[in-house]
Nanobody
Framework: QVQLVESGGGLVQAGGSLRLSCAAS????????MAWFRQAPGKQHEFVAG????????SYADSVKGRFTISRDNAKNTLYLQMNSLKPEDTAVYYC????????????????????WGQGTQVTVSS
């Protein structure tokens, strides 16, 4: 198990930028495939971006490609999401999630694949 704590959310105007961070506890962070999901009011969790344990593979939702960048610093046990050119439809609670994928660099996009979740951080984009 790994404990995850997100930070960096806030209120920003459309076209602006935010950088989310997810601090992980424990000494095994580098073994985990990590991802960002988001949940807008009245909607289900949506995959945003993911990164393999060794940083070699990333995956993005079509809606954020070219605007968001996921990264991780295994030495600092931290996951990041740089969000640029934000749109009102990006408004949601953003969650980081983790799970271990044995023997693979696969980045899963389904909510039920991840068994470690943070508490979420609110991102609000005004028009």
């Amino acid at each position: 198990q790994v404990q995850l704590v997100e930070s960096g959310g806030g209120l920003v105007q459309a076209g602006g930028s935010l950088r989310l961070s997810c601090a992980a506890s424990g000494r095994t962070f580098s073994r985990y495939t990590m991802a960002w999901f988001r949940q807008a009011p009245g909607k289900q969790h949506e995959f945003v971006a993911g990164i393999s344990w060794n940083v070699d593979r990333t995956s993005y939702a079509d809606s954020v490609k070219g605007r968001f960048t996921i990264s991780r610093d295994n030495a600092k046990n931290t996951l990041y999401l740089q969000m640029n050119s934000l749109k009102p439809e990006d408004t949601a609670v953003y969650y980081c999630a983790a799970h271990i994928v044995l023997g693979s660099q696969r980045v899963d996009t389904r909510v039920d694949e991840y068994d470690n979740w943070g508490q979420g951080t609110q991102v609000t984009v005004s028009s």
